[in-house]
Structure formats: structure tokens, C-alpha cells
Nanobody
Framework: QVQLVESGGGLVQAGGSLRLSCAAS????????MGWFRQAPGKEREFVAA????????YYADFVKGRFTISRDNAKNTMSLQMDSLKSEDTAVYYC????????????????WGQGTQVTVSS
């Protein structure tokens, strides 16, 4: 089992940057593929990015390609999402996600969720 805690959300102007972090508990972090999802008011939770257990493979939703970068540090049990060139439509609650053995690129594939962190982009 793994517990996930996000941090780094906040208010930023359009065109700005934020870096989200996800801290995981447990000694088996390196066994989990990790991902980020987001949910805006009135919308379904959607996939943003994912990363394999050793960080060798990354996956992105089309709407963040070239703007967001996912990374992980297995020695520190952390995962990050660097968000650049933010747009107002990126405003949402961002969730950290984990799944052992499967890339969590849809909500149904997620085994564990964090509590979420709010990102607000003002235009």
C-alpha cells in the first residue's frame, strides 16, 4: 500500500509556471508507476501525465505536451510535475496517482490517489 500527498499548487498568471510534487510513503515506491490527473469544476477527472517505475518512459495528454514535464526520484520517494506556459484552462485540482505494474493513464487504472492540490491560472 502507498499513501500519496501532493503539494505545490497555487495561483499563477497565465504564461507562468508551477511545480507540483507528490510524496509517497512506503518502501516500495519504485514498484509503482505514477501519474497525474486533474479535475475541473463540472468536468470528469482526466489524465495529464504518467511515468514508468524507473522513469524511463513518460506519457502525456495531448493538451500538455511540450508544456508539462513529469519526473520522479525513487531515492526520495517523490514525483513531480513541472508545468510551464500555463493557461486558464489548466485550472483544476491536480491529483497524484499510483498503480503497481500498470501505467495509470485512465482513472480506472489507478490504484491509489492523493488528496489533490488546487491549481488556479488567472488570465
Amino acid at each position: 500500500q502507498v499513501q500519496l500527498v501532493e503539494s505545490g499548487g497555487g495561483l499563477v498568471q497565465a504564461g507562468g509556471s508551477l511545480r507540483l510534487s507528490c510524496a509517497a510513503s512506503g518502501r516500495t515506491f519504485s514498484s509503482y508507476a505514477m501519474g497525474w490527473f486533474r479535475q475541473a469544476p463540472g468536468k470528469e477527472r482526466e489524465f495529464v501525465a504518467a511515468i514508468s517505475t524507473n522513469g524511463g518512459a513518460t506519457y502525456y495528454a495531448d493538451f500538455v505536451k511540450g508544456r508539462f514535464t513529469i519526473s520522479r526520484d525513487n531515492a526520495k520517494n517523490t514525483m513531480s510535475l513541472q508545468m510551464d506556459s500555463l493557461k486558464s484552462e489548466d485550472t483544476a485540482v491536480y491529483y497524484c496517482a499510483a498503480r503497481m505494474g500498470v501505467i495509470p493513464n485512465t482513472p480506472l487504472r489507478v490504484g491509489y490517489w492523493g488528496q489533490g492540490t488546487q491549481v488556479t491560472v488567472s488570465s
